[in-house]
């Protein structure tokens, strides 16, 4: 049930941005690799902004950033010794992982939060 809140919570903050013109209606920040080659992924209540990332083999650096109102986690599934964690609304961390070319599978280890959508697809190439 407390899913409401934060829809409502999320409602309020695209009636805020409506009209500011960004492409990414929820949030300030964009998904998706910039051209430095950094990965941002943006955590939601509960999701991740995008359903794929892509990254260059090598070593691969993220930027995480919470624009839900709950802890959230970034892990590449498979891969130890790697994983940010955001602990609320605004909230950042950033890291390197080395990865190999493939296709790898972003989650969030948070109990529950995988089962209820956030999981993404990261391709290196
Ligand atoms: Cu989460």
Excluded: W
């Amino acid at each position: 049930m407390h899913r409401i809140p934060a829809l409502v919570a999320a409602a309020g903050a695209l009636a805020l941005l409506a009209g500011c013109g960004d492409d990414d209606a929820a949030s300030g920040v964009e998904d998706g690799t910039r051209s430095d080659g950094t990965v941002v992924v943006v955590a939601e209540d509960v999701g991740f902004g995008a359903d794929a990332y892509e990254a260059e083999a090598g070593t691969v650096s993220f930027e995480y950033v919470n624009e839900g109102a709950i802890p959230h986690t970034l892990v590449v599934e498979g891969v130890d010794d790697f994983k940010l964690s955001v602990g609320s609304r605004g909230d950042a961390d950033e890291g390197d992982v080395e990865l190999e070319a493939g296709s790898y599978q972003l989650i969030c280890d948070v109990p529950g939060h995988e089962q209820a959508g956030m999981v993404a697809v990261l391709e290196v190439r």
